[in-house]
């Protein structure tokens, strides 16, 4: 049983890399921005909160991506394991899911982060299209990380469990380098 947190700026290839290692591992690949996407299809509340946020490459308040992991890791399937995408993304994300594991008697086993120079970050989203994908909100989202996420490298590097993974090169390569790097025992 493998439980995974995928780390990474936006467009690192998380979302890439978890599709393929859910069916690998036979896992279930959480995705918060997935999650997000969805309900926007769907203009549910949830949807409607959300939109507005990822329209323009702000984060979505920590206490409804919280709200959202608590209700999703109680459901039976991540009895078998789990892979977080894009979760946590703050300090504030981070210290919930370590109290919500502690309430769940489990742990994981390591935090891939994903590394991948900015400039082939910015080339891959425009490439990819998606709203939240234009020049400017690319930038924010950038900005976004560095300020908000990169702090939680030193959080799990200081806790041992941080293993970086060189995310340039074919995607079944990258795939390859997470399996060796994060789930054999580290020497
Ligand atoms: P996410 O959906 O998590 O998306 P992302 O960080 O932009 O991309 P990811 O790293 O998954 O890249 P991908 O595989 O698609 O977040 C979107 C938004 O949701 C956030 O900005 C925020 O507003 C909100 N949100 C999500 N989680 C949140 C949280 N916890 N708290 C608050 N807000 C939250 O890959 C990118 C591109 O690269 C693709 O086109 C792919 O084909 C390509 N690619 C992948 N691997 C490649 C490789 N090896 N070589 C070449 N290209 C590759």
Known sequence: MARLILFGPPGAGKGTQATSLSQLLAIPHISTGDIF????ANQSPLGIQAQSYMDRGELVPDEVVIGMI???LA?????????LDGFPRTLAQADALDRLLAELNQGFDSVVSLIVPEDALVTRMLGRG???DTEEVIRRRLQV???QTAPLIDYYAKRRCLREVDGLGEVSA?????????LQPQV
Request: zero cysteines; glycine letters at 4%; a neutral charge.
């Open 37 to 40: 996407r969805a309900a926007i």
């Open 70 to 72: 608590r209700e999703r």
């Open 75 to 83: 459901e039976p399937d991540t009895q078998a394991g789990w892979l």
């Open 130 to 132: 998606r709203k939240d």
């Open 145 to 147: 990380y560095q300020e």
């Open 174 to 182: 990258v795939t390859d380098r997470i399996v060796a790097q994060s």
